[in-house]
């Protein structure tokens, strides 16, 4: 007889095998029973022809689904088996929810941005720079929404001058797309706008469709005037959002990157003036501060003071002449005495003769023969000598 076990044993066996067997699996199916707790979790079923299955996300897990969910949406759930062991209830946890065909969807959107960004319509540097205060801004959104309100709001507020155009269009459904790309033409044809914002205030991913249209965004990166999408899906950024020139998060963000702030920039003008003014007063000060230190000097003072300049240096002149001289003299004398010493004449005088024999002098007597005619030069003159011997 096999061993007995208890149900709550049973039940986390059952819980560990279905995890081990069922830790991920993929389900498609219809959701019923739908309840999103206060807690933040949901709970709900999913269904086909044949079965029910209970589910349960929690709040972490569904902060990440781009739609929510309604029974009798039809959805591809990603999760693992778990066996609520109180209740002997088997649920899906899931941790992932996207609706059916957006998998594929998803994917195309991907290629399409993946083709777009390698043609370089992305690139931060093909984007034109905003104009700081646009005369004329032009509107590219339906004229009944709620963007449109909410964008001439704003201007209104911050920058009541600006002149606005609208170009009404679809923003959503069949056929938005080729809409929105004729309203930025005509604005483009018109000529007056600075400035174009584009868009309309959010919606679900289904609704934001027409701003992922390539076509819909080479018309934005081809259009020569500075545009600023306003699609307002914080969720995902669309493909209109990547080309345009500057990305709002909503209508009204967009209107405020479109214009400054009057009253702001007039407190900036006017602080920008009182400096101005008080740099001007600094400068004329130290200017006249400076002239006034100049002190035009009498001409007869300034000859009178040149004369005296002229006999200070003649006395030092001659005073410099005078100490050269005799310096050289000095000199001079030293150079007289050194030579004198050196002198052969000096010798003589001494009482030495000195001995030459054709001009030469003769240094040695074995030089010297009998008979040999030699010439004795003393200091006071030379005579002529015969060796005898």
């Not at 370089?120 to 205060?133: H, M, N, Y």
């Not at 007289?336 to 004449?345: E, K």
């Amino acid at each position: 007889m096999s061993e007995t076990i208890t149900v709550t044993a049973l039940a986390q066996l059952l819980k560990s095998h279905m995890g081990d067997f069922f830790g991920h699996v993929l389900v498609r199916g219809e959701l019923s029973n739908f309840t999103a707790h206060r807690s933040g979790h949901w709970y709900f079923a999913i269904k086909d022809d044949g079965a029910v299955l209970n589910c349960a996300m929690f709040r972490g897990a569904n902060g990440r689904v781009d739609f929510m969910p309604r029974p009798g949406d039809q959805v591809v759930l990603s999760g693992g088996i778990d066996v609520y062991a109180p209740q002997g209830r088997l649920s899906l946890i899931v941790r992932s929810m996207q609706r059916d065909g957006d998998g594929k969807l998803a994917a195309e959107l991907a290629a399409l941005k993946k083709k777009l960004a390698g043609e370089g319509l992305f690139d931060p540097d093909r984007k034109q720079p905003l104009p700081t205060i646009p005369r004329v801004i032009a509107v590219a959104t339906s004229p009944t929404g709620a963007a449109l309100h909410d964008v001439l709001k704003v201007l209104r507020r911050r920058f009541p001058s600006t002149h606005v155009l609208v170009s009404p269009c679809k923003v959503q459904g069949e056929g938005a797309a080729a809409s929105v790309i004729k309203a930025l033409r005509r604005i483009e044809r018109d000529g007056r706008a600075e400035l174009i914002i584009f868009g309309r205030g959010g919606g679900s991913a289904e609704d934001l469709m027409a701003f992922n249209d390539e076509g819909l965004a080479r018309a934005v990166a081809a259009c020569k005037i500075p545009t600023i999408s306003a699609v307002g899906h914080e969720v995902d950024t669309s493909i209109a959002d990547l080309v345009a020139d500057v990305r709002a998060a909503t209508p009204s963000h967009a209107a405020e990157l479109a214009v400054p702030e009057r009253e702001g920039l007039q407190a900036l003008v006017a602080e920008l003036e009182q400096r101005l003014n008080a740099a001007v007063l600094r400068d004329i000060g130290r200017r006249r501060a400076a002239l006034l230190a100049i002190k035009l000097r009498d001409p007869k003072q300034r000859l009178v003071d040149g004369r005296i300049r002229l006999d200070e240096l003649s006395d030092r002149l001659h005073l410099a002449v005078g100490a050269r001289v005799l310096l050289g003299r000095t000199g001079l004398a030293q150079l007289g005495g050194r030579l004198d010493a050196l002198s052969p004449l000096a010798v003589l005088d001494r009482g030495y003769a000195v001995v030459t024999q054709s001009g030469k002098a003769v240094s040695n007597a074995s030089g010297l023969s009998v008979n040999d005619e030699v010439s004795l030069r003393f200091s006071d003159g030379e005579r002529l000598a015969v060796i005898k011997g």
